[in-house]
């Protein structure tokens, strides 16, 4: 494959596998687009985006403009003569003067089977909606919300053991040689974009920090997909004695109960939803290391019916 011309736009972990890739089939990256360097922890210290810190360590120009709406910046990005930029994740909008210079398009991996799950959170809301198939989409990018057309789709299974995290990073990795082979078709020719179908969309609404606080009124099966889908954040997570617990792990149980939504009713920790059972298999106190359940009850009682929150 000829190496191309190419600007790359990300900043998260799950870009990283695809400007790995995009290096090592020897393209040319002339500049990679990230967000700006953030305070973080006690010291307020500005930290890189992942992206940022892989590209410097690799020898990359790294550019983090606030945004990419001033005149300056679109004449900056245009100079650069890409013939594709490639975008992973960026999070910012891009105007359109950026996305119509590159003569192969502005690329978007995004985590998800379009047109399901358009939107900010597609690995969650798959997991939440109990999806047996999940994968990455390339597209074209326009005006509209992941509605470019399709250049590439690859699939990949939900099983009953699937977390976020495993999902984020086998689809990152998948992602990324969905990246490099439309690429190469896409410069030979081989590949023509699809428009999305008007059937079949669903739109993934962003995550907030209490999406994870458990409603036992609900069915067992969606709270363990909840713990599935939402650790590491915004966490899972109910509310005892005026502590919040996390919940790490957790399994469906083959028990039916009388007793009230959130009524321990089981050993080690087995608590009764609103259909069905749910047993808390690993949590973690605030400020305390994550122990099994059999583990954390020694230092904290839940015996028989108590009522959780």
């Given at each position: 494959?000829?190496?191309?011309?190419?600007?790359?736009?990300?900043s998260?972990?799950?870009?990283?596998?695809?400007?790995?890739?995009?290096?090592?089939?020897?393209?040319e990256?002339?500049?990679v687009?990230?967000?700006?360097?953030?305070?973080?922890?006690?010291?307020?210290?500005?930290?890189?985006?992942?992206?940022?810190?892989?590209?410097?360590?690799?020898?990359?120009?790294?550019?983090?403009?606030?945004t990419?709406s001033?005149?300056?910046?679109?004449?900056?990005?245009?100079?650069?003569?890409?013939?594709?930029?490639?975008?992973?994740?960026?999070?910012?909008?891009?105007?359109?003067?950026?996305?119509?210079?590159?003569?192969?398009?502005?690329?978007?991996?995004?985590?998800?089977?379009?047109?399901?799950?358009?939107?900010?959170a597609?690995?969650?809301?798959?997991?939440?909606?109990?999806d047996?198939?999940?994968?990455?989409?390339?597209?074209?990018?326009?005006?509209g919300?992941?509605?470019?057309?399709?250049?590439?789709?690859?699939?990949?299974?939900?099983d009953?053991?699937?977390?976020a995290?495993r999902?984020h990073?086998?689809l990152a990795?998948?992602?990324?040689?969905?990246?490099?082979?439309?690429?190469?078709?896409?410069?030979a020719?081989?590949l023509?974009?699809?428009?999305?179908p008007?059937?079949?969309?669903?739109?993934a609404?962003k995550?907030n920090?209490?999406?994870?606080?458990?409603d036992?009124?609900?069915?067992?099966?969606?709270?363990?997909?909840?713990?599935?889908a939402?650790?590491?954040?915004?966490?899972?997570?109910?509310?005892?004695?005026?502590?919040?617990i996390?919940?790490?792990?957790?399994?469906?149980?083959?028990m039916?109960?009388?007793?009230?939504?959130?009524?321990?009713?089981?050993?080690?920790?087995?608590?009764?939803?609103?259909?069905?059972?749910?047993?808390?298999?690993?949590?973690q106190?605030?400020?305390r290391?994550?122990?099994?359940?059999?583990?954390?009850?020694?230092?904290?009682?839940?015996p028989?019916?108590?009522?959780?929150?």
């Amino acid at each position: 494959m000829i190496p191309l011309r190419l600007i790359f736009l990300g900043s998260p972990d799950f870009a990283l596998p695809t400007l790995g890739a995009l290096i090592d089939a020897n393209h040319e990256i002339v500049a990679v687009y990230t967000h700006p360097p953030r305070p973080t922890g006690r010291g307020h210290h500005e930290k890189p985006c992942p992206v940022h810190a892989f590209a410097e360590a690799r020898g990359l120009k790294v550019r983090t403009p606030e945004t990419l709406s001033r005149k300056a910046e679109q004449e900056a990005f245009v100079a650069l003569e890409a013939d594709a930029a490639v975008v992973v994740a960026y999070g910012f909008i891009l105007p359109k003067v950026i996305l119509n210079k590159p003569h192969l398009g502005c690329l978007n991996v995004h985590a998800s089977l379009l047109p399901r799950w358009r939107g900010a959170a597609p690995i969650q809301r798959a997991l939440l909606a109990g999806d047996n198939k999940t994968g990455v989409t390339v597209m074209q990018i326009d005006k509209g919300l992941d509605t470019g057309p399709v250049l590439m789709r690859k699939e990949i299974p939900i099983d009953a053991k699937t977390t976020a995290t495993r999902l984020h990073d086998d689809l990152a990795e998948v992602g990324a040689k969905a990246m490099t082979q439309t690429l190469e078709r896409l410069a030979a020719g081989k590949l023509r974009p699809v428009p999305q179908p008007e059937d079949g969309v669903t739109y993934a609404a962003k995550l907030n920090k209490d999406d994870g606080l458990i409603d036992w009124r609900r069915p067992a099966i969606e709270l363990e997909r909840a713990v599935r889908a939402l650790n590491p954040w915004p966490g899972v997570w109910f509310e005892y004695m005026g502590e919040r617990i996390k919940l790490l792990h957790a399994l469906l149980v083959a028990m039916e109960s009388d007793a009230e939504p959130g009524t321990v009713i089981g050993v080690p920790l087995v608590v009764a939803c609103g259909e069905g059972a749910l047993a808390c298999m690993r949590l973690q106190r605030p400020a305390r290391e994550a122990l099994e359940a059999e583990d954390f009850l020694r230092g904290y009682s839940l015996p028989g019916g108590t009522r959780l929150g």
